[in-house]
Every structure is written in structure tokens, then in C-alpha cells.
């Protein structure tokens, strides 16, 4: 007989966006979003080069790494040779084209991503230390952007059971 | 794989409850698929749900930035006529099956 699986469902996640790649402000941008519409409290947390997704001149402008990224593929399949990576355009052109291939998903443009998790409850909040070191200033910063917190104020909203905190 | 009866008529549904031939659905079915979600049906609702079926219909992968961008309700709005769940209560009350979009 097969054993009962007793499962809790999740309340809480956090989110912490802490690089600024398409790929990586993305990747936390869909597990919140994929959490708001499950009902699940959602925090966003971005820091150091993740705090681009919430810099409202840089949030649209990420970029797809060219060199130094050895899973990158030509269309069709073949491996992607670093030095053309180099080539003046190279990383605009393959960024250009991630982006259009999400839009063709019906994926957003980060700042109306965030105006989606915003829309379905879920919170954004900036890194104290990032945004001191990096010498931002609020109005920078997307106007959903709810506070700048420490790390101390982070753990503090982690609290409760079925909470779960995930670094993308 | 399960049969349920709603509104007196007997429908297949899948194991989390999703109606497996849309064309069984009627509205009175779906206001009682609605109450077991413990929602109340409105003509907004019914407005999303009508367009969720529509875009089914056609093939469409669903998404629930497709139904801010159709006129009817905005994200928020959806958000408010289906709490905790815009695109999987809304598309299980609409009898079409559970959503495989990841937006």
C-alpha cells in the first residue's frame, strides 16, 4: 500500500535577485510571479548587480552574458565561440533576441513583470548595503520598490512555518 | 480521472478537478465549480470566463498577462475576482484544462 504523503502547502517565499543578467533577474521574476498566482506571500529581495531589475533606467536594458558563458548555443545548436562573443554588437543582438523570444512566451518586459507580482500582492524590497555601495538614491529605483532593508529586516519578514527562501 | 455531478449533470474531471471535455461546461455548472473555489460569480467573472474558453478554443497557451491585455479586467482586477489563483480557478470554473503557461 502506498504511504500517505502528508504535505503542507507552501505560504511564503522569498526571492532574492542578486544578478543582473537577463536570465537572472528573470529567473526570479518567474518564481514570483509563478508564486503570487499561487497564492503564496511573495518577497522579492534584489542586491548587488540584481538591483538593475529595479533601477528604472537600467530595468529593461539587462543583458545576455556572451563570453564567459560556455552554455551558450548559436541558433541551431552548435556551440557558441567566445570571440565572437567579443565582437562589438554580439551581445546586444543574442540580448535583443532572448528578449524577443520570451515576449513570443507572452513573458513581459521586467518593469511590466513587476507591475504583474506588484498587481497579485507580492513585494519588492532593495539591499541597504548594495544600494549604499553602489550610491543610489530612492528615486532611482522603481516605484513599487516598497523599502530599503538590511539583511537583519530580511530575516525578520522570513518568519512563520512553510516559509522558504530562495537565492536565484 | 473522476466523474463529479454539478448542477445535476454528470462531467469527467481530472484528478485536481478539472473538467476534461470543455463542452460540458455550462453556467451552472460553473457557479458551483466557483463556490467549491468559494467564489461568487459575477458577469465580470463570467466576461473572463468567456474569453478563457474563446482563447482555449483557438489553441492559445493562456496567461494571465493575455487576460490584462483583453480589455475585460486589468491584473489587479483579476487577481480580485479570482483571489489566490487567476489563472488555475479561473480556468478550472471555465472547464478548460489546468493552465501549462509559467506565466
Known sequence: MAEEKKETPLKKVLI???????????????????????????????????????????QNKAKTATVGNPAMRMPGGLPFPTLLGTLPGVEAGVSAMMKSQMEALDVPPVDEFIEMIVAGGGELYACKLAFDMFKLKREQLDDNVIDVITVGQLYEMAGGENTQIIFT | MATKTYAGVNVDVTDDGYLTDPSQWNKDIAAEIAREEGIELTDKHFEVLTFLRAENDKGTQLTIRMVGKSGITDIKGLYQLFPAGPLKKSSRIAGIPKPTSCV
Open chain 1, 16 to 58: 532574492i535577485v542578486a544578478k543582473g543578467s537577463i536570465e537572472d533577474i528573470y529567473a526570479g521574476l518567474v518564481m514570483a510571479n509563478g508564486a503570487v498566482m499561487e497564492g503564496i506571500e511573495t518577497k522579492l529581495f534584489f542586491t548587488f548587480f540584481g538591483m538593475d531589475a529595479i533601477i528604472k533606467k537600467r
